[in-house]
Nanobody, 124 residues
């Protein structure tokens, strides 16, 4: 059974920082790239960031590049998203999932199963 449990969201002012965490329960966690996705009110869910199976490569949406950092701890089946210089445009529910894609192909979720997500609200 695949489960993702996201945490760490909250309400911050523009320019602030947050660190999101995701506890993943899935087979062969160490074999999958992992990603963060977000969904803002009235919008489709979108890719935010991904990290390769061993943490050696990271990929970011242009909108967060230079502000967000994704990482993982394979010993704990955890994925993290360090977010800094947040702006109102980052307000969304953030989700993690196994991810597939590359620098040449769009990133998408590996599983149709989603956690409850964690709400990030940034005020100006």
């Amino acid at each position: 059974q695949v489960q993702f449990l996201e945490s760490g969201g909250g309400a911050v002012q523009a320019g602030g920082s947050l660190r999101l965490s995701c506890a993943a329960s899935m087979p062969d966690f160490n074999s999958y790239a992992m990603g963060w996705f977000r969904q803002a009110p009235g919008k489709d869910r979108e890719f935010v960031a991904a990290v390769s199976w061993n943490g050696g490569a990271t990929f970011y949406a242009d909108s967060v590049k230079g502000r967000f950092t994704i990482s993982r701890d394979n010993a704990k089946n955890m994925v993290y998203l360090q977010m800094s210089d947040l702006g109102p445009e980052d307000t969304a529910v953030y989700y993690c999932n196994a991810a597939s894609g590359s620098s040449k192909m769009p990133w998408g979720p590996e599983y149709n199963t989603w956690g409850q997500g964690t709400q990030v609200t940034v005020s100006s």
